[in-house]
């Protein structure tokens, strides 16, 4: 499986890391400016180490990798974090940078695309950009984790978000203690 990763300038980079960790399948990265720089803000991961995570990295002011185009065939693209600028953009049909054109080719090849929004509150305008993408068969997975596994620790909760990502791809994990 090919899967596409996009890390965006919001709170919870650590989400998308974590995600790389953990995903075996061919891996096909794009982390935005903000996001590094958010990156830096908020864990212990040097930037250059987490582009080590997957097969492939592109620059997000990059429009021509093959991940930009419908004829290359991956499976899935998923955006976590996802900033409301990216979210809006996506569900708007802007396709000005990496992120939301291989966004923009995922919903238009009816290709699974998951967004992890990282935001609170939200505003109306954003809630009706994600009802905008759900409409449009995009999985809206807001980064808000479970209590009923009983998490110890801040990992346990991070890995509560990552779990529920890979269920929506059907991979297989074992991230959190699941109900019943």
Request: hydrophobic residues 40%; aromatic residues 8%.
């Amino acid at each position: 499986m090919k899967i596409v990763i996009g890390i965006t300038g919001a709170s919870g980079t650590v989400y998308g890391i974590r995600f790389l960790e953990n995903l075996k399948e061919e891996k096909f990265l794009i982390i935005s400016e903000n996001a590094k720089k958010i990156m830096e803000q908020e864990t212990e991961y040097k930037i250059n180490d987490v582009k080590k995570l997957a097969k492939h990295y592109y620059e997000n002011n990059d429009l021509f990798p093959n991940i930009s185009s419908g004829s290359f065939l991956f499976e899935a693209m998923v955006i976590v974090p996802c900033s409301m600028s990216t979210l809006s953009k996506i569900a708007n049909g802007i396709s000005d940078n990496l992120i939301t054109r291989a966004a923009s080719v995922c919903l238009k090849e009816k290709r699974k695309l998951v967004i992890v929004p990282r935001e609170t509150p939200v505003s109306t305008i954003h809630l009706q950009n994600m009802a905008k993408l759900s409409e449009n068969n995009a999985i809206i997975l807001p980064a808000m984790p479970g209590f009923y596994p009983k998490p110890k620790n801040l990992d346990d909760t991070i890995n509560f978000v990552v779990g529920k990502i890979m269920d929506c791809l059907g991979i297989e994990n074992n991230l959190y203690k699941r109900w019943g």
